[in-house]
């Protein structure tokens, strides 16, 4: 190989590093399947009570939200930079969550705020896989996803769910 082909080739080499070195692709594969896997959990559940944002929605914001911190956690980031990914990954997150929220029926009711918790808290269980907090991420997940399963149905038995009623904030 040439001299501008050897360049070329090791520039192109340089840009796959993190996935030459084994413990830092285990350490990115583990975090991304992981969050994508739990997301999934929770995506499982609101696409089975038939929301708009399901399980692909909940994977996709689960991990994207480790990705951004998993990266710069790993090349070593500063805390108080990663300050400031975690105020972006938020704010992108209550966009995600106001485009919920805003699909207002008839009268009063709003629909959507169960929803736009569920993918605040998917972004949250991400941020937490993305630091390597597994353990914290699984035990979100299965509380969020007892919350909007059981509790979903426990409102319908005792009779006391908000949905039906005008005015109120509903799914």
Do not use: Y
Not at 30 to 58: I, N
Not at 93 to 101: A, D, N, S, T
Not at 133 to 158: C, E, K, M, P, Y
């Amino acid at each position: 190989m040439g001299g501008a082909g050897q360049r070329a080739w090791e520039a192109l080499t340089q840009d796959f590093t993190d996935l030459l070195d084994l413990r830092r692709l285990t350490h990115i594969t583990v975090r991304l399947l992981v969050a994508a896997l739990l997301g999934g959990l929770l995506g499982f559940q609101r696409e089975r009570s038939g929301k708009a944002a399901g399980l692909r929605t909940h994977m996709l914001v689960a991990v994207g939200a480790a990705f951004f911190v998993l990266i710069p956690q790993l090349e070593g980031m500063a805390a108080d930079a990663l300050s400031r990914v975690l105020q972006g990954i938020i704010t992108g997150v209550g966009f995600l969550g106001g485009g919920i929220i805003l699909k207002v029926t008839d009268g009063q009711r709003i629909k959507g705020l169960t929803t736009a918790s569920g993918i605040w808290l998917t972004a949250a269980v991400g941020i937490a896989v993305g630091f390597g907090r597994l353990g914290s991420a699984l035990l979100a997940s299965v509380l969020a996803f007892l919350i909007l399963g059981a509790l979903h149905r426990l409102n319908q038995t005792i009779g006391d769910d908000d949905a039906g009623r005008e005015g109120k904030a509903s799914d």
